[in-house]
């Protein structure tokens, strides 16, 4: 290395975020589990202080990333690693410990990890040398590469099965598009799961004439003369107003998803056809829209378990059960809604103090920060996170070689991926799924990973 | 990208501003920030009779409740245990429990006391304030204004944890009717629980109703339930089954609603509200109280059974009612003889009935089972069983009432694996024509054979809850079961039945002790031959012979002839049931009903005497 490179300082933007949510979050372990100890007991109880050693082994893992391992010995070694990891998550499956109706916890005495954690970490680094060599490109062998690097460990991580994980590992899509994938997979999937919430909560019928109408509307924008756009959207009305005419006066809803697809197909192909466009392209669009609609069923009963069905009709309002599966919701609503804007100061919560908060000093820690530290606290803590992305994101931006950008985008899009579905379920937007709120939840293997992620990147980046 | 990143961020902080700033319903006001549910329990529904007898009521009681973490030292645990009535060692172990379990249970409450009555729970109102942490709730527990039908009634127990894990919509702490009628109707009795939300500040004391209480949910009382019981039958048919072991059950043929279910010894109802407190003895009496014979009690039925037989031997056209068989002091076939008493010959059916011949039944079975008409006596024997099916013996009847057995009808397999396969005769068998042999029957299906005669032919399932139309179990209790003998032949039976009650002294007929003066009884005796010990005493009628009312079965464990003892007994309930009172010519026969003690007859009885064989 040049001596102009080592003069580089590392960017301790960063790293003050990484101190403020690591302190901000053991102050909240302290108080979630304070107070679970009982009012009589003030010591450093078990959560807290073996936080504290996990804060101190990561400070350590920190600086021997920073100063004393050398970036070229994990580079080198990322397959290996790699296929460290995927044995690991092979022999939980087999020698892990049932937590919550998945395995995914390796019991070593007093220590429990999880090497799904870990996996995000090798899969971002072996991602980040695929896709960062120079003659990587986005065709089909690319991508088959891709779908086996992440496709690997997500498969045994839903053998566990850990739904939160899996979510992670989609959030890479974000990297890829990034590195130049065509955006039309982020809507595409988008629309998917907008479809599928309409079908969950209305009907198909709901779901398809709603994604009709926004295919309407995209064609009035696009189309550029009135003669071009006017009987394709009289059509498309016409078929709207059909579907609505069948689904009031057909008694068996049987045939109300056909007819709805047949319309449909109909309609845009004698749309799309005179305008002399390849009627091939929507009729594949029609043909997968029809397709997700119909899976619904088949996906909710079949791959979903029961407490994730119960989360996402609770989510989505279709049952209100706020004694079951929407109990964690409910309270850790309560629990963050009762902080209002200054919060009741730190080791005053009550609700979360009384364990209505299940999970309290883990995936559900930000109901604390929201009790305690309010409106402010959690706008607060959401900052630096809002900073941190990116940051990170401009600082892989800036960087010449493009194994630290898409490692430095793995990262963001993982930490983007765990804030908003953690505080997303914890304020009622998203199901309950178990995924941590990094650096600030309770347990080893969630801080480990995204510290050593962390200063693998601020190391990576000074080069 | 950067904008994208920032629109979801703000969606996140866009649901925090609305859930910590702008929605008051996640908040509580600035001091009080916790709610605390108690829970308010509905009243049980109550129970009555046919005629409106209230048979279980409710009285209030109250249970003491406490929350560990608010518990003050110093504390004077003394104090407490006096106040209760508890004893001072529970009171040391529910504290220690409190100890070791204290971050789980959290603020929780938990029970500490239960079921006081008003008296002893004013005495902890009065003092409650030296103990913090301790509050009242008010329960209620169940009374028994009238004294009749423990067993049929059934008690009410607090769940357990075996029961907690299989049904998740109790809680611990409710309570569940674990026999009889509350078991049947647990569903329509219990109610809806409710609670009631207090505001607590961030010490966890109760400052007040939680916005006035608007927000609390009424619990909803359980459903009153009418039963078809008559409770002072009940009652009666309790007093003269006093001291014997066995049970008798009357039932009103036209509708096979249950006028009277007796299972001796029985549980009294003074010890229903405190089962908790008799279990163990009641479960180690050699009597077995809490096994309701009158639907558990598979038996032998004796010659009540020769009724059966009659008529399938009519319908299978291998009698008339005039053909005559011989008897010679019993059933005599080579070296095989089937004993019976001594009286005239050769009878026809109405006079075997009466005199209850066993010779002439042998004859009788034997032409059913050699019927040339079948090709071999097994497929005979499958015929028969299939009509003594009809009359609803083999099977559970399919009452309302709990734990139910079906009895016993032997199958030909089994009887095959005896004598081998096409090798059955009908003397092998011989004595399934007088009822005895491998045959069983609880005395709910002798009242219900006693009830398909007084039909002439059909029956009504047997039920304890009256239902109104729109039940969902309307329909199913109020099916007429045919049996597949015509109605016609039960005619020539009923005779035979009536002879056998109201002969003229000196005829000849078994019963002529249940006749009842201007009420035309029609019964039949049984007298059961069992290994242990004397014969069970049986007997079944129904009154009166034209438009029945009540049909009972009776069936006393070792008591001796069915004359004796189960006849009486019947026709006493009946004159109750039909007349109200006893007569004065019968009135000796209550009395020594009601003061006989049979139980040192049964072999289970500390003080049994083995009888000596003939």
């Known amino acids: ?463 | 990208m950067i904008i994208a990143l920032c629109v979801v961020f703000s969606a996140l902080v866009a649901q925090l501003a609305y859930l910590q700033l702008v929605d008051n319903s996640y908040k509580i006001s600035a001091q009080n920030n916790a709610l605390r549910y108690e829970t308010r329990y509905p009243v049980r529904g109550r129970i009555y009779d046919r005629k409106g007898t209230l048979l279980v009521g409710n009285i209030n009681s109250y249970d003491v409740m406490v929350t560990p973490a608010d518990i003050r030292q110093p504390f004077d645990t003394a104090a407490l245990c006096g106040m209760l009535a508890l004893d001072i060692e529970y009171a040391r172990e529910r504290f220690a429990y409190f100890r070791k379990y204290r971050s789980k249970i959290g603020y929780r409450s938990l029970p500490f006391a239960k079921g006081l009555p008003f008296s002893r729970y004013s005495y902890f109102m009065e003092r409650s304030g030296d103990f913090p942490g301790f509050y009242g709730v008010p329960r209620t527990t169940r009374q028994y204004p009238y004294h009749a039908g423990g067993n049929l009634l059934g008690y009410v127990a607090e769940v357990d944890q075996r029961w907690l894990a299989t049904h998740p919509d109790y809680a611990s702490g409710d309570f569940v009717g674990r026999t009889g009628i509350e078991q049947v109707c647990e569903q329509r009795l219990r109610g809806e629980k409710g609670y009631a939300i207090y505001l607590r500040d961030s010490r966890n004391v109760i400052q007040s109703p939680y916005e006035n209480g608007e927000h609390d949910l009424p619990a909803v009382a359980g459903e009153d339930i009418v039963t078809t019981i008559d409770a002072e039958l009940q009652n009666y048919g309790e007093m003269l089954l006093h001291n014997k072991v066995g049970a008798a059950i009357a039932i009103e043929p036209s509708t096979g609603e249950i006028l009277a279910m007796v299972s001796a010894p029985g549980l009294d109802v003074e010890v229903l509200p405190n089962m908790g407190r008799y279990y163990d003895s009641l479960s180690k009496d050699p009597f077995k109280p809490m096994f309701n014979r009158a639907v558990m009690s598979p038996q032998p039925p004796g010659s009540v059974f020769k009724l059966v037989n009659g008529l399938i031997g009519l319908q299978e056209k291998v009698v008339t009612p005039s053909v005559r068989y011989p008897c010679s002091n019993g059933y005599h076939y080579g070296s095989l003889t089937v004993g019976c008493h001594s009286h005239r010959s050769p009878i026809d059916l109405n006079e075997a009935v009466m005199m209850s011949c066993n010779s002439y039944f042998c004859y009788l079975f034997r032409s059913i089972l050699d019927n040339p008409k079948y090709p071999s006596v097994g497929e005979a024997y499958e015929k028969w069983a299939e009509y003594v099916k009809s009359f609803g013996f083999g099977v559970k009847l399919g009452s309302d009432f709990p734990s139910e057995q079906g009895g016993i009808i032997p199958s030909l397999k089994s009887y095959e694996k005896i004598y081998g396969k096409g090798r059955l005769r009908s003397l092998n068998i011989i004595s399934l024509s007088i009822g005895q042999g491998e045959i069983g029957s609880t005395p709910l299906h002798l009242a219900n054979l006693a009830a398909t005669i007084a039909n002439r032919g059909y029956y009504i399932t047997p039920h304890v809850i009256r239902y109104e139309q729109g039940d969902s179990l309307y329909e199913h209790f109020h099916e007429k079961h045919g049996t597949m003998v015509d109605s016609r032949h039960f005619n020539t039976v009923i005779e035979g039945m009536s002879m056998a009650v109201n002969s003229a002294p000196g005829a000849g007929a078994t019963a002529t002790v249940a006749a009842i003066p201007g009420i035309e009884v029609c019964g039949k005796t049984g007298t059961a031959e069992n290994p242990h010990g004397d014969e069970h005493s049986v007997f079944i009628c129904f009154a009166p012979r034209e438009n029945p009312k009540i049909a009972v079965a009776v069936y006393l464990e070792n008591a001796g002839f069915g004359a004796t003892w189960a006849a009486p007994v019947a026709s006493l309930m009946v004159e109750k049931y039909l007349k109200g009172e006893i007569s004065e010519s019968r009135k000796w026969i209550e009395t020594r009903m009601c003061e006989a003690s049979l139980l040192h007859k049964v072999p289970a009885s500390p003080d049994y005497v083995k009888p000596k064989k003939k």
């Open chain 1, 1 to 463: 290395m040049s001596t102009a490179v080592k003069k580089k300082p590392f960017d301790w933007v960063l790293i003050l975020c990484w101190t403020a949510l690591v302190a901000f979050g053991w102050l909240n372990i302290y108080s979630s589990s304070y107070s679970a100890e009982g009012a009589v007991f003030l010591g450093m109880s078990g959560r807290a202080f073996m936080q504290l050693v996990w804060v101190g082994i990561c400070s350590l893992l920190a600086i021997a990333l920073l100063h004393w391992i050398n970036p070229q010995i994990y580079i080198g070694l990322n397959l290996w690693l790699y296929i460290f990891v995927a044995a690991l998550l092979a022999a939980v499956l087999v020698i892990g410990k049932d937590v919550n109706g998945s395995r995914s916890w390796f019991v070593l005495g007093p220590i429990r990890l999880q090497p799904s954690e870990f996996s995000k970490l090798t899969t971002a680094l072996l991602l980040s040398v695929v896709v960062g060599r120079f003659d990587f490109k986005f065709n089909l062998k690319g991508i088959l590469k891709i779908l086996l690097i992440v496709g690997i460990p997500a498969a045994l991580v839903l053998l566990e099965p850990d739904f939160g994980t899996i979510l992670v590992f989609c959030g890479l899509v974000f990297v890829l598009y990034r590195e130049g994938l065509t955006g039309w997979v982020i809507i595409y999937a988008a629309i998917a799961v907008i479809l599928f919430i309409l079908t969950l909560i209305f009907s198909i019928s709901v779901a398809v004439t709603v994604f009709f109408g926004f295919w309407c509307l995209y064609r009035l924008l696009a189309f550029r003369t009135k003669k071009d756009y006017f009987r394709p959207m009289l059509l498309y009305l016409a078929c709207i107003a059909a579907l609505a005419v069948i689904e009031y006066f057909l008694v068996s809803y049987e045939y109300i998803s056909p007819a709805a697809a047949l319309l449909m197909a109909v309609g845009i192909s004698i749309a799309e056809g005179r305008r002399h466009l390849p009627w091939f392209k929507p009729l594949c669009i029609l043909i997968a829209a029809v397709a997700v609609t119909f899976s619904v069923d088949y996906v909710f009963e079949n791959v979903l378990k029961q407490h994730h069905r119960d989360r996402i009709e609770n989510l989505l309002g279709i049952t209100q059960d706020l004694q079951g599966a929407g109990y964690n919701v409910n309270q850790s609503k309560i629990a963050i809604g009762s902080g209002g804007l200054m919060g009741k100061g730190f080791l005053q919560g009550t609700q979360t103090k009384f364990d209505f908060v299940p999970e309290q000093s883990t995936d559900f820690i930000f109901c604390t920060i929201g009790e305690e530290w309010g409106f402010v606290g959690c706008v607060a803590v959401l900052a630096i996170y809002l900073i941190m992305i990116i940051r990170l994101i401009s600082r892989s931006e800036k960087c010449p070689d493009p194994v630290t950008r898409v490692f430095g985008y793995c990262l963001a899009s993982y930490l983007f991926v765990h804030v908003v579905v953690n505080v997303g379920m914890t304020i009622g937007l998203m199901p309950v799924v178990g995924i941590p709120l990094p650096f600030i939840s309770y347990g080893g293997s969630s801080f480990l990973t995204f510290t050593a992620m962390l200063f693998v990147f601020i190391r990576l980046e000074r080069r």
